[in-house]
């Protein structure tokens, strides 16, 4: 995807943390990458996405009086933070059946109950917490193997 992005003109900064959306004349102009403590360097673009979550940039990133311009802002009291989610898409080199892949997914679970999975506890965490605690769920699928096209259109793959 980083490639697609930079051919048209935008940029992928990796490991920048965002501590602020920069604002001017309420329209979004850009962001604030790193704090006073690491150098803050403000960036500007014509177009900001914030996959932070409703929360995190309404409440945190955003100036108040922008945040609360937004149609959603009447939710972000009634509605509890979401837990976050990584996804990876990979690519093998092998049939379905080289590899024992079955037209199944999989669900692996770090407790034996899963009402344990979504705690409260994780949502009064740091950062530095969290990331001790092993990951709560997996989730492994394999859509190529439901397609029962796939292999004539992606032989070996």
């Known amino acids: 995807m980083v490639p697609v992005i930079e051919r048209s003109g935008g940029r992928v900064l990796m490991k920048a943390s965002v501590s602020q959306i920069l604002t001017k004349d309420g329209r979004v102009t850009g962001v604030r990458v790193g704090n006073k403590e690491n150098s803050a360097v403000d960036i500007y673009a014509p177009i900001v996405i914030s996959d932070?979550?409703?929360?995190?940039?309404?409440?945190?990133?955003?100036?108040?009086?922008?945040?609360?311009t937004s149609p959603i802002w009447p939710l972000t009291y009634t509605m509890k933070p979401g837990v976050g989610c990584l996804t990876a898409f990979i690519g093998l080199r092998g049939t379905a059946e080289e590899l024992g892949l079955k037209a199944e997914n999989l669900w692996i679970?770090?407790?034996?109950?899963?009402?344990?999975?979504?705690?409260?506890?994780?949502?009064?965490?740091?950062?530095?917490?969290?990331?001790?605690?092993?990951?709560?769920?997996?989730?492994?699928?394999?859509?190529?193997?439901?397609?029962p096209s796939w292999e004539s259109r992606y032989p070996g793959k």
């Open 109 to 147: 679970f770090s407790e034996s109950s899963g009402s344990k999975i979504l705690r409260s506890d994780i949502f009064d965490s740091t950062l530095d917490e969290v990331l001790e605690k092993p990951y709560p769920q997996l989730f492994l699928g394999f859509p190529s193997t439901k397609d």
């Open 52 to 68: 932070a979550g409703i929360h995190n940039t309404l409440m945190d990133l955003l100036p108040e009086n922008i945040a609360k």
